[in-house]
Every structure is written in C-alpha cells, then in structure tokens.
C-alpha cells in the first residue's frame, strides 16, 4: 500500500512447479536495474535482472521474457535454479511452463545428489529430461585443491530424473586423472538410489588360471536387499561364477557368498566355495550370530585366494553363537568347527572343535 511498493517474500527452499492449469495462474516477477516493455506482449530487464516464477528463478545481466510464447532469453551470468538444482553459463533460452529449452556452456550442480560437471550445451527437454553434450559428469566434486577424483567424460548424456537414469555415449572414466574404463555406452543413477545393471568388468591375470574376465550384474531386489551376480570365465579353467545376497530385515540381518565353478578344466571337477554371515535376534532379548566358510576340497585356498577371505586361509570356521545380557552380566553359547584344508609338503594340525 502507499509507498511500501512490491515486497517479495525469499522462499526457504526451491518449490516445485506445479503441473496442469494450475501452472499458467502463477505469478510472474521480474526486477532489475532498468525495466522495459510492452503490456502482455514482452519484457525487457537489464543489469542484475531476476526472473521469479514459482520455484524457478532466472539470474543474468540481461533478460527479455516473450509473453506470449511463455520464452525466456538470458545473457551474461546467467544462473538458473529449480528443484535444488543450479546451472550457471553465458546464455539461455527457455520455454518457462514446458521448461523446454537450451543453455550454452553452462556447469551445472544435481541439488538431490550433489554431482555435478560442465557441458557445451544443456537441451532440457521437459521437466525431468534432459540431454548435455560433451559433458563431464562426476559425485566428487572437487574441493578447490584440484580436480575432482572420479570423473566421467562423454560426448552426449541423457539425463532422466524421474527413472532416476543417466545414459552417457562414448564415455570415459577417470581416476586422479588416469582413464580406467571407456565404453560406448554406460548407465549410472542420477541420486543416492541404487539401480540395476551391470557393473564395470574386472580382467586380472594369473599363472594358475591365466586370464581371467567377468563382469557383475547387480540387482536392487528391494530397499532391505540386493544381489550381484558375476558371470566369469578364465583362459585355463572354463566358464564359473560368483553371487552375492544381502538382506537387511527388522530381527535379521547378513549375507551370502557363492564361488562356483562347475566344471574345472585343470582338475576334471566341479569346485566351489559358500560363505555365509547372519546375525538376529530371538524372542526374550536372546541374539544370535552364525558365520560359516566351508570350501570344497584342499587346494582352493591357493588356486582362488580371493574367493577365500579369511586371515587363516587353511582354517576355515564356522561358528554359531547364542547370547544374552542381564544387566551387567551376560550368559552365551557358542560352537566352532573347522575346515581343515591339508598340503601334501605341510600338513597342520587341526585346532580344537
């Protein structure tokens, strides 16, 4: 009223925009040094302009906005925000209500995961869609001493939001700097979720079963569970693979490890090696733990010592336990039994069961 003029009211947090007709209803707000235009058909703001529709806040030295066409042009530092998420660049042009547009080599932060990188341009397709080209794309972002650890290089990327999906074409990975995966397609989640797919393949190299491959398939069965199986093969022993379960539940918890070779070319047999870790709770405040490794014959510790993960890799334990407190006391039971896995040249003696 009177002199006060326009008061404009900072939000906390970035509000979504609303979908529908609701959209077209909501305020627009535009301020800046100078101001100009024509009624409904076109705004012209410049020097420290701000564009302000609903959630979505445009920053630039210069901006116009098209009425009727519901488009937005901006020049000279630009920085959008929207959702959390933060681009910065030279140049945009967006259709505001589709949020349909382009934004010239802009850098660009994911509020919801942190990640970020740089692009030579962003087309946003809609709301939860978009496409940067010759990007990079890393969730480390680099503390100001350097570069950040893990980046991701690409000539093109889509990024869906909603199936929380980005899809990179010709991209390379990079460790400090150093390229350790190329592929000409890969897949990676946009937020903290995890997602199915394959993982990146692993080559390793041994006098005992030469050269080695496999590459992990992970699936997200649910929030409390997952899976990863391993489809490997090597050079001297045939094809085998490896499976990892883990479960998360109100009274129990653990996990089970599968090494599995069916058909051993080296020693004519089927070999394999399970390890399991579980640990719950009873009726009565009882808890209860049970871990177990057991392998198939003598010489797996030396022929697989990666599917053996034990500090003792000739015993092996499996080791049950039921416990329970009573204040400052505590009463268990507890049962060990070992795997013993003899060499011709170095026999052991086995421990206490």
Known sequence: SGDEGLQLKPAPEPQPLPRGEGAG?????????????RPDLETLADGDAEFRRGGLVIRADRLSYDHPDDLARARGNVRISRDGNVDSGPELQLHVQQFEGFFLEPSYHIGRTGAGGTAKRIDFLDEQRAVATGATYTSCMSDGSGGPDWLLSTDRVKMDFEANEGIAENAVLRFLGVPILAAPVLSFPLTDARKSGWLPPSINLDSKSGLQFSMPWYWNIAPNRDATFTPMVSAKRGLGAEAEFRYLEAQHQGTMNLHLLPNDRLTGRSRQALNLNHEGTLPMGVGYTFNGLRVSDDAYW???PRAVPSITPRLLLADAALRRDWGDWSSY???????ILQDSDSRIEAPYD
């Open 302 to 304: 030396k022929d697989f």
């Open 25 to 37: 209803r909501l305020p627009i707000i535009v301020r800046a040094k100078e101001l100009r235009g």
């Open 333 to 339: 039971a507890r049962v060990h039994r070992w795997q």
